[in-house]
């Protein structure tokens, strides 16, 4: 057997939540060794969040360059060569970032061991280099005692029967490394990755179906949200088939016929690409996580307490394999966290409502509590509302659909939430999740002055609203 090398603080998977918490824990002091089978950045930066965003931006520009002639600007239809363009979103967005990761991890002096970690107990694991290297002695890897460890493998997308992904059936990942805008496109689950994605192929030219299962597309969104989002989709020519469960697919080389049932009428859609996006799945069962005495729930995600810590004292878990929403930033607060309590800090998962963005056509973006949510807790909460039509800058841009609304306690103001839909949700609500956070109330935000012609003026006009005294409404 391989010499046992002992490790202070050792992380698997270099995402957003792994690599971040390698950070942290080297600038507090920790000598640092982060597993990665795959490329740093994990899926955010490779396959999720980032590529996904320059797509999305690839088709703003494309439409942007053919409706124009609202502003009096005349332009033969633009054309994509979406080689180039996917040569952009690789090299120039992805690999820039994911490098820049790497340097941060040399920056901080973390060893760096590109292989696959499997865990053999509560203290040691085994590394085994990926690819043909495996088959060496001892898989090309090593033995590794640890003093702490943090575990971020993330997730992975849910197979459906009836949709093996391969060629013309793909996932998120597929979708996202195309080879050509498809002509036809069918995709399965309209979630905020499944809307998101269908906007950006749409904005490039595909003709899109969402087959959604439940009545409406982006269930965790309110309904008024979703129907703004449900109107440009439609100004777009994409079809919602909601309550249309998937039942089987039939490919050939150049295209896929997928059949679907609504109220059980069965119709089949022939196209060119199928994208199933049905929601992920943990990584939590191909590593030997089963070899420890760390706890599960029925889900697959692993227990921890608001540090991050498991059952077991000495390992953590973070990022998409714990509880709650799987999102990029969920996973780096996390891993600050986890990296802090190994280092001896009070540190605390303590967030009192966690933003969540979906970057349709237009944004959508909540945070902490909505109307319902809060009178579940017993709030007794009242709503403002501000459209962005009443805003200048969002009319100056052509785009003046969506709102911005503050869910806030009736008896002292306290904002417990907000939600935007309409330009720059995504940005915006950064204001919002700082007053929520901080435990502000509507009239902290009305006494801000918010420079104008922006698009944070709503948020102000809301709060204005809030406080009985609306402006420009
Ligand atoms: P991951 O990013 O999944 O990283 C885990 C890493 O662990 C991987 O690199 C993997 O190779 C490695 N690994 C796994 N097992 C092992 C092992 N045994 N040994 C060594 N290495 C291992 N979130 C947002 O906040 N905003 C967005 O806009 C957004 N858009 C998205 C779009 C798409 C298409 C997708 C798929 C996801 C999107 N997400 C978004 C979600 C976001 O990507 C995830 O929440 C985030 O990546 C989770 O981070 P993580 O560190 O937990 O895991």
Not at 180 to 198: D, H
Not at 236 to 260: H, L, R
Not at 362 to 380: F, H, I, M, R, S
Request: aromatic letters at 6%; proline letters at 4%.
């Amino acid at each position: 057997m391989a010499d046992v090398e002992e490790k202070e603080t050792v992380i698997i998977g270099g995402g957003p939540g792994g690599y971040v918490a390698a950070i942290r824990a080297s600038e507090l002091g920790q000598k640092v060794t982060l597993i990665e089978k795959g490329t740093l950045g994990g899926v955010c930066l490779n396959v999720g969040c980032v590529p996904s965003k320059a797509l999305i931006n690839a088709g703003h520009r494309l439409v942007d360059a053919n409706d124009a002639s609202v502003f009096g600007i005349e332009t033969k239809p633009a054309t994509i060569d979406f080689t180039k363009t996917q040569d952009w979103k690789q090299h120039a967005v992805v690999d820039r970032m994911t490098s820049g990761v790497k340097m941060l991890l040399q920056k901080h002096k973390v060893e760096v061991i590109d292989q696959e970690a499997f865990l053999d107990n509560d203290s040691q694991l085994r590394t085994m280099a990926v690819g043909p290297k495996q088959f060496m002695d001892n898989g090309g890897g090593q033995t590794i005692k640890f003093k702490n460890l943090i575990i971020a493998t993330g997730s992975r997308p849910i197979e459906i029967p009836g949709f093996k992904f391969e060629k013309r059936v793909v996932d998120s990942t597929g979708a996202l490394n195309l080879p050509e805008v498809p002509k036809e496109l069918v995709v399965i689950g309209g979630g905020y990755i499944g809307t998101e994605l269908a906007g950006a192929y749409a904005n490039l030219g595909a003709h899109v179906t969402i087959l959604e299962g439940t009545p409406s597309i982006l269930p965790n969104f309110e309904k008024d949200m979703v129907s703004v989002v449900l109107k440009q989709l439609k100004n777009k020519g994409v079809d919602v088939i909601t309550n249309a469960m998937a039942k089987k697919s039939v490919q050939d080389d150049k295209s896929v016929t997928v059949t679907y049932e609504v109220d059980g009428k069965a119709t089949d859609l022939k196209v060119d690409y199928c994208l199933v996006s049905v929601g992920r799945k943990p990584n939590t069962d191909n590593f030997g996580l089963e070899m420890t005495s760390v706890k599960m729930d029925d889900h697959g995600l692993v227990e921890v307490d608001n540090q991050g810590r498991t059952n077991v004292k000495n390992i953590f878990a973070i990022g998409d394999i714990v509880a709650g929403p799987a999102l990029a930033h969920k996973a780096f607060f996390e891993g600050k966290t986890a990296a802090g309590a190994i280092s001896g800090k009070n540190t605390a998962n303590d967030w009192v409502g966690i933003p969540a963005v979906c970057f349709a056509d237009p944004e959508l973006a909540t945070v902490g509590l909505n109307q319902a949510e809060a009178k579940d807790k017993g709030l007794d909460v009242k709503t403002a509302k501000f459209p962005f039509a009443g805003n200048a800058r969002a009319v100056s841009l052509d785009q003046p659909e969506g709102f911005v609304r503050l869910v806030y306690t009736k008896d002292d103001g306290n904002l417990v939430g907000g939600q935007i839909v309409g330009p720059g949700a995504s940005d915006l609500i950064s204001e919002l999740a700082l007053a929520v956070n901080s435990g502000m109330n509507v009239e902290d935000i009305a006494l801000t002055i918010h420079p104008h012609p922006t698009l944070s003026e709503p948020i102000a006009e809301a709060a204005d609203i809030a406080m009985g005294f609306p402006t420009h409404i």
